[in-house]
C-alpha cells in the first residue's frame, strides 16, 4: 500500500487566519481525495484533487473556502481559509489503493480560537 | 436516506466474547464494501473489505455481506481491549465511496 506523509497533525489557529494541510505520497497517484472528520461525525468528502486539473468539490464546499493545489501526481495541499471555530475538525488526505479501499494520512486535527 | 446506516453505539463487550458490528447501505448497485478501525485521534485504517456474498475470514476478524438484504457485518471474536475504537463501514458505490457514522465499541478487561 502506499505511504501518505501528512502535515501538520495538528495546529491551534485563530479566526480569521488560512491554514495549508499537505500530504505526501510515496508514490504516483491519479486521485487524492481530502476529506473532513466533524467531532463525533463521519468522514465527509471535501473534494477530489486531480494532477493537472482543478478540484472536484462536493456539495457545501467551495473553492474560495477550501483552496486545493495537486501540483504533481504526489503531492496535494488543501488551504482551510479565514477560519471560524466551525471550522475545527479533523482534515485527512487519502487516495484509492487499487480495489482495496482508501489509504488514509495520518490526519491534521485542527483548532480555531 | 442515508447512504450507509449503522449503529452509533456505544457497543461493550467483555474480554473474550465476539462482537458483532452491523451496517446496511441504501444502494443495490453497490459494488465494494470495507470495514475500517479508527481509535482516538488517529486515522482510520483498514481492517477488512469483501466483495462477494458471504463470509470472509481474516485472523479474527470476519466479515459478512448480504446483497439481497444490502446488510454487512463484521466479526471480532476473541475480542481484546486493543480492539477499543470506533469502526465505520465502508461502501463503494460507482465512483463514490460513503462512509457510515460508526459504532464504537468498547472491550472491557
Known amino acids: 500500500s502506499a505511504v501518505i506523509s501528512q502535515k501538520p497533525s495538528r495546529d491551534i489557529c485563530q479566526r480569521g487566519t488560512s491554514l495549508t494541510i499537505q500530504c505526501q505520497v510515496d508514490?504516483?497517484?491519479?486521485?487524492m481525495f481530502w476529506y473532513r472528520q466533524q467531532p463525533g461525525q463521519s468522514l465527509t468528502l471535501i473534494a477530489t484533487?486531480?494532477?493537472?486539473?482543478?478540484?472536484?468539490?462536493e456539495s457545501g464546499f467551495v473553492i474560495d473556502k477550501f483552496p486545493i493545489s495537486r501540483p504533481n501526481l504526489t503531492f496535494s495541499t488543501l488551504t482551510v481559509s479565514n477560519m471560524s471555530p466551525e471550522d475545527s475538525s479533523i482534515y485527512l488526505c487519502?487516495?484509492?489503493?487499487?480495489?482495496?479501499?482508501?489509504?488514509f494520512g495520518s490526519g491534521t486535527r485542527l483548532t480555531v480560537v | 436516506q442515508k447512504e450507509v446506516e449503522q449503529n452509533s453505539g456505544p457497543l461493550s463487550v467483555p474480554e473474550g466474547a465476539i462482537a458483532s458490528l452491523n451496517c446496511t447501505y441504501s444502494?443495490?448497485?453497490?459494488?465494494?464494501f470495507f470495514w475500517y478501525r479508527q481509535y482516538s485521534g488517529k486515522s482510520p485504517e483498514l481492517i477488512m473489505f469483501i466483495y462477494s456474498n458471504g463470509d470472509k475470514e481474516d485472523g479474527r476478524f470476519t466479515a459478512q455481506l448480504n446483497k439481497a438484504s444490502q446488510y454487512v457485518s463484521l466479526l471480532i471474536r476473541d475480542s481484546q481491549p486493543s480492539d477499543s475504537a470506533t469502526y465505520l463501514c465502508a461502501v463503494n458505490t460507482g465512483n463514490q465511496f460513503y462512509f457510515g457514522t460508526g459504532t464504537s465499541l468498547t472491550v472491557i478487561p
Open positions: 487519502s487516495l484509492r489503493d487499487t480495489r482495496d479501499g482508501y489509504t
Open positions: 508514490s504516483q497517484v491519479t486521485m
Open positions: 484533487a486531480n494532477q493537472g486539473s482543478e478540484a472536484t468539490y
Open positions: 444502494d443495490r448497485g453497490s459494488q465494494s
